[in-house]
């Protein structure tokens, strides 16, 4: 693939894991998953799971770009 397919890692989130992991880790004061789930009507525990999801589906996009990248610049 050329270098340009590499895609950001959030590529690989749905809507919801976007904002819950936007919310929870790229704001200045990060959200409480308390908070996130009051306001998305789910447990607080609903919330971990979702965002413990999304970071195993970034680390999963960003171990294949990997492969992909050493490949490309083989």
Same mark, same amino acid.
């Given at each position: 693939? +050329?270098?340009? $397919?590499? !895609?950001? #890692?959030?590529? +690989?989130?749905t ?5 819950? &992991?936007?919310?929870? =880790? %790229?704001? !200045? *004061? #990060?959200?409480? %998953?308390?908070?996130?789930? *009051? !306001?998305? /009507? %789910?447990? =607080? *525990? /609903? &919330?971990? @799971? %979702?965002?413990?999801? +999304?970071? @195993? =589906?970034?680390?999963? $996009?960003?171990?294949? @770009?990997?492969?992909? &990248? &050493?490949?490309?610049?083989?």
């Amino acid at each position: 693939k +050329a270098a340009g $397919s590499i !895609e950001s #890692p959030f590529g +690989a989130l749905t809507e919801r894991e976007r904002y819950i &992991v936007t919310e929870r =880790k %790229l704001r !200045e *004061e #990060p959200r409480t %998953l308390e908070s996130l789930g *009051e !306001e998305l /009507r %789910l447990s =607080k *525990e /609903r &919330v971990r @799971q %979702l965002e413990a999801a +999304a970071f @195993q =589906k970034m680390r999963r $996009s960003l171990e294949g @770009q990997t492969r992909e &990248v &050493v490949h490309f610049l083989g």
